[in-house]
C-alpha cells in the first residue's frame, strides 16, 4: 500500500469514527468523554513512570523517613499546608 492510500485510508476511517460518534445519544457521548480522559491520563502516568521510574528519589525517601520519625511539620488545616506550599515557592 502506498503512503497516499495508507493516508487517505486513516482519513476515511478518522471520518467513519466521527459519523459514528455524532449519532451517539448525550449519556453516550460523556461516557466516552469520560474514557477518553482515563485514557489520556493513563498514558501522562505511563509517559512519566518511562521518564522517571517508580522508585522514589534520596529527596523524598528523606522526607518519608523524616515523617515516619514524626520529625517535620505539622499542620492543622489543609489552608495552612497550602500557604507553606505557596510561602516554598518564594524562597
Known amino acids: 500500500m502506498t ?12 471520518q467513519s469514527l466521527l459519523r459514528d460518534i455524532s449519532t451517539l445519544p448525550d449519556a453516550s457521548l460523556r461516557k ?8 489520556a491520563e493513563e498514558a501522562e502516568i505511563a509517559a512519566l513512570k518511562k521518564k522517571y521510574g517508580t522508585t522514589p ?4 525517601i528523606a522526607a518519608i523517613e523524616e515523617c515516619r520519625a ?11 499546608l497550602m500557604e507553606d506550599l505557596h510561602n516554598d515557592d518564594e524562597d
Do not use: D, Y
Open 3 to 14: 503512503t497516499q492510500t495508507a493516508e487517505m485510508t486513516t482519513t476515511e476511517t478518522f
Open 32 to 39: 466516552l468523554a469520560e474514557q477518553a480522559k482515563w485514557l
Open 57 to 60: 528519589n534520596a529527596e523524598t
Open 70 to 80: 514524626g520529625k517535620g511539620k505539622r499542620f492543622n488545616s489543609i489552608a495552612e
